[in-house]
């Protein structure tokens, strides 16, 4: 068969294998992590693309990050489909796939060998540990930025062979250069240029890419080592710093850095080490995913050391082994540098490793893989055979295991379900799993689940990020909707102490108050209330109950002049029928009925 027919038939097997096993996502709901802050909660993202949004996009820092071209994205998104999940969901997979189809075709390009192409295509397509970032919306910047970076690949692979030839050689193909068309060089180099910097608007991992072409440059492309090949490296790497500067001050800005006074390094020296050898057992073995892998624990000295002596014999290895099989130092350094941003030596949030942080890094070792398979093996009566239903049954097994993986991804319940199940002391999982709970109406679930997220020690990265008082309030209002005016009194009063200055949980308390019958003390929380926050929407309504508590204390004349107060407000926002009911207590107070 021609190898054009052959590509064509390997890009469309790849293509519609993908979307078969990732099709189920288009019938998921959004997770109360992280989507909510990206899309639902988000009303920028909601009004769709225009000027207002598009200054936005390339201005904010929300939720810690600067990625414009993900937040248009977004924009696209809810311009097509509103909130309605699915096509959040149908744009992640639909880039996952032309991200898997591109890697086949980018290594064709850049090596000619199609089956050992396809073999690396269908191990980044099907892996359990790729599910994260294709199944959660918020991810979008995985699979959007990855995207650009095989684009950039692509680009600079026909700057940098120009009009090549090719040789087959017993170990492979290999590129010899000839004169180049110059004008056509300096386009495609132009090119990777400008789809590097979409990339790096997408997502700021890209930083790495830099590095990676020069081990492309190395292999395959097999380029003359002088100074020029690293100067024309200067204009990515120009880029590269600008993003990490915009990357550094978003997250200063979002609060979202973690100080070594925290986090000391040697603690996070050990966690890298340890995390890549995880991410490696976890590509050979990918069960227990979870979202987030709590930092729960500080590796000890010796499990450390182990990982880092293990990691530093397969450097060793691969580095000697560069003439002979130069595709496993490429490999494997592809896998290291590509990690370097999200190992945690700059920790930025509370997870220790991430699933979604080997979506471009682990390419590097399905390289190693599939070069490593001996050359002639096609031509082997029945070792070939052997070789064939080996890859087969490897990718059935990640298939698999996607599949399964994937359905953990359905709903939030389902998601953090899983999680607990195969974490210890995940704070966060707890806590969502409770709030997703509450949100369906299963209160008693929801009380067991926050319970337990209190009951979990925080280990400094989780103290920072304290999300206990929010589980003190949530809890409490489960308690006032029941009526159970003792817990939630003492859910808001646990939640003032952590955060004096929390508003609505200030008025909450004092609704316990009242239904305690401590009408004075209720009154005093109200009014903390409305001093901590006189202008925030709800304001009309926390007079109003203001106003219900001195006239149930015998207040009358404060219980009408604050009804009046309660009126005004009301009108001034718009709420004609809060301003309605103030109405109709004013003429209550002032008969001197409650």
């Known amino acids: ?149 095989l684009l950039t690949m692509a680009a600079y692979g026909r700057y940098a062979t120009g009009s090549a030839r090719l040789r087959r050689t017993p170990t492979g193909l290999i590129w010899i250069s000839i004169e180049s068309r110059p004008t056509a060089s300096k386009l495609w180099y132009c090119v990777a240029l ?16 830099p590095f990676v072409l020069l081990l492309l440059d190395y292999w395959p492309l097999q380029r003359r080592v002088t100074p020029g090949l690293f100067l024309e490296k200067i204009p990515f790497l120009v880029l590269a710093a600008l993003e990490c500067i915009a990357t550094i001050w978003a997250q200063k800005e979002g609060n979202s850095v973690i100080t070594f006074g925290i986090l000391p390094f040697s603690a996070r020296l050990a966690n890298a080490l340890v995390s890549c050898v995880l991410y490696l057992w976890k590509m050979l073995w990918p069960v227990d995913l979870a979202v987030p892998y709590p930092y729960s624990h500080v590796w000890a000295f010796w499990p450390a050391a182990g990982a880092g002596f293990f990691l530093f014999l397969i450097s060793v290895g691969t580095i000697l082994q560069t003439r002979r099989q130069p595709y496993l130092a490429v490999g494997w350094f592809w896998f290291l540098g590509t990690l370097a941003p999200v190992i945690g030596l700059v920790q930025a949030g509370f997870q220790s490793m991430a699933d979604r942080y080997t979506y471009l890094p682990l390419i590097g070792i399905f390289i190693m893989a599939a070069w490593a398979i001996p050359a002639g093996w096609a031509r082997w009566p029945r070792p070939g055979l052997v070789f064939a239903a080996v890859v087969a049954g490897v990718l059935l097994f990640l298939l698999a295991g996607a599949e399964v993986q994937l359905q953990y991804w359905r709903n939030s319940v389902a998601l953090f379900s899983h999680v607990v199940a195969v974490t210890r002391n995940n704070i966060l999982a707890e806590y969502n799993l409770a709030q997703a709970l509450a949100q369906q109406g299963d ?24 999300s206990k008082t929010q589980v003190h309030y949530n809890l409490g209002l489960i308690f006032r909707m029941r009526k159970e005016w003792a817990a939630a009194e003492e859910q808001f009063r646990a939640c003032v102490r952590d955060d004096p200055t929390l508003a609505r949980a200030h008025s909450n308390l004092g609704v316990a108050l009242v239904g305690l019958g401590r009408i004075d003390d209720a009154i005093q929380e109200f009014q903390t209330a409305a001093r901590l926050d006189p202008t925030r929407v709800g ?19 404060e219980a009408t002049a604050t009804a009046q107060k309660a009126r005004d407000a009301a009108l001034a926002e718009g709420r004609n029928d809060l301003a309605e009911q103030a109405g109709k207590r004013i003429e209550a107070y002032q008969a001197g009925k409650p």
Request: charged share 10%.
């Open 1 to 149: 068969m021609p190898e054009k027919q052959r590509a064509t038939l390997i890009c469309l097997l790849l293509a519609l294998t993908t979307l078969a096993l990732y099709w189920p996502a288009a019938h998921f709901d959004f997770t109360n992590y992280d989507d909510p802050d990206y899309i639902i909660h988000n009303l920028p993202i909601q009004h769709g693309i225009n000027r207002a949004s598009l200054v936005w996009a390339f201005t904010t820092n929300h939720a810690s990050n600067w990625h414009p071209i993900t937040w248009l994205s977004h924009m696209v998104d809810c311009a097509l489909y509103g909130l309605n999940p699915r096509g959040h969901h149908v744009t992640n997979l639909l880039l996952h796939t032309a991200n898997v189809v591109l890697l086949f075709l980018v290594l064709c390009q850049l090596t000619g060998a199609q089956w050992r192409g396809a073999l690396v295509a269908a191990l980044f397509a099907w892996h359990p540990l790729h599910v994260e970032s294709v199944a959660w919306v918020s991810e979008r910047k995985d699979v959007l930025s990855a995207f650009f970076w």
């Open 194 to 209: 400008f789809l590097f910097a979409f990339g790096l608007m997408s997502k700021p991992m890209l930083v790495t890419l």
């Open 443 to 466: 209160y008693e679930g929801a009380v067991v689940h926050y319970e337990r997220a209190l009951a979990i020690p925080p280990n400094p990265l989780e103290a920072r990020y304290n």
């Open 539 to 557: 304001h009309a309504q926390l007079l109003i109950t203001l106003a219900g508590a001195y006239a149930e204390s015998g207040h009358f004349k």
